[in-house]
C-alpha cells in the first residue's frame, strides 16, 4: 500500500510538472489570438514598435502589452520542451528532431502561412515570422545543445543582454551582408527574384538567447529535482527579471527606446513605459515577459487542479495545431467579408471600431477549442503515428 501511494504521489507531481507547461504555453496561444484578430480586422489603425503612447488607443496599448508575453514564453517553452525531450532520447536522436522540425516550420512560414496573406499585399511577400524565427532556432539549438551547460548559459544571456549594442548597425541593400543581418538583426525587407520579396518580421539574433536560456532551465524540472527547489527558482528569476526591467525602464538609458511622461495623462504615461520594441524582441521587451512566464509557471503549478489550467492544457498539447487552425479561419472569414460586403477601407475590409475585435475575441475561443480538444486526444491516443509529434 505504502508503494502504491508514494507511486500515486509521483505521478501527480509529474502530472502537474508538466501540466504547468502546456498551461502556459495554452495561455500565450488565446492571447495571440487577439493580437491576430487586430492585425486581421483593424490593421488600418497603425501600431507602431514600440507603440506610440501619446497617439494609440489605450485598448490596444494595454492589449499590446498583453500579447508582448507570447513569443517570448513560446520561444523559451519551446528550448523546455526540447530539454524534456531529450531526457528520453539520445543526443543523436535530439538533434535530429530538432532539424527536421526546424526545417518543418520554416518549410511552413514559407510555403502556408505566407501565400495565406498573398492578394491582399500588392506585392507576393515571404513573410519571416514567429515560425520561420522558432524553425532556424530549432535547427541553431541542434548544434547549441552540444555546448556544456555553463557555456549555453553564458551563449544565452550575452545574447539577451547585450544584443542591444547592435541597435546602430544599419546596413542598405547595396550591401552584401544586408540579407545575412536582415535575417538576424535588422527587420527588413529583402528583393527576390520574380517580382518576390522577403519581410524580415522575427531577425533571429535574439531568439537563438531565448530558445538556448529556455532549454538551460530545463535541468530544474527533472523528476529528481525537487518541487520546492524548482518553484524557489523560477519565482527568484521571475520577480528578477521583472525588478532588473524596472531598474532599468526608470534609468531610460538602455535596453530599449525611451520612454516618456504624457503631461497631464497617467494612463498614456503607464502605456509608455510597458511599451516596448518586439522586432526585434529588445532586452527591455524581454524582461518582463520572460520573468512574467516563470511566475506563471509557478501558479499554474500550484493550481495545477483548476478546470482553468486544464482548459488552457488542451491549447498547450496542440499549439502547432490551434496556431494554423486559427490563422486559417481567421484569412477565411476575412475573405468571405470581402466578398460579400466589398473593400470598406482602401482595398481592405476592416472594423471601424477596436470594441469589434475584442467581441470576436470572445466569440471564437469556444469554437477553436473543440477542434483542439480533438487533436490534442489524438496525439494522446495515436501515439504510433510518428508524424503527430511534429505538431
Known sequence: MAEASAAGQQAVKVKSRLANIDALRGFVM???????????????????????????????GF????????????????GLGVYLFSMNHTVEETSSYLLKRGLLLVAIELFYLSPLYWGIV????????????????????????????PALIAFGLIIVCFHNLLDPVRLTPENPWFPLWAILYQRDVIALPFGFAAKTTYPLLPWLGV??????????????FGTERRQRNLLILGFGMIAAFIVLRMLNVYGDKPWFVVEGDFVRTTISFISMTKYPPSLLFLLPTLGGGALLLVLFEKINDSRLV????????????FYLLHLTVLRVLYHSALAIWGPNNGNAYMFDNYHW???WYALMIVPLYIPTVWYARLK????????????
Open 122 to 149: 500588392p506585392q507576393p511577400t515571404f513573410w519571416l515570422q514567429v515560425i520561420w524565427a522558432i524553425g532556424l532556432s530549432m535547427i541553431a539549438l541542434s548544434v547549441l545543445m552540444r555546448l556544456p551547460r
Open 357 to 359: 475585435v475584442l467581441l
Open 63 to 78: 492589449a499590446r502589452f498583453a500579447v508582448s508575453f507570447c513569443a517570448p514564453i513560446f520561444v523559451a517553452l519551446t
Open 310 to 321: 486544464e482548459a488552457l492544457a488542451v491549447f498547450g498539447a496542440a499549439p502547432m495545431f
Open 211 to 224: 530558445i538556448s536560456l529556455g532549454y538551460a532551465i530545463g535541468n530544474w524540472f527533472r523528476p529528481d
Open 30 to 60: 488565446v492571447l495571440m489570438l487577439l493580437d491576430h484578430l487586430r492585425e486581421t480586422w483593424f490593421v488600418n489603425y497603425a501600431v507602431s514598435d514600440p507603440i506610440n503612447a501619446a497617439t494609440v488607443i489605450p485598448a490596444i
Open 380 to 391: 494522446r491516443r495515436r501515439r504510433d503515428i510518428a508524424w503527430l509529434k511534429y505538431f
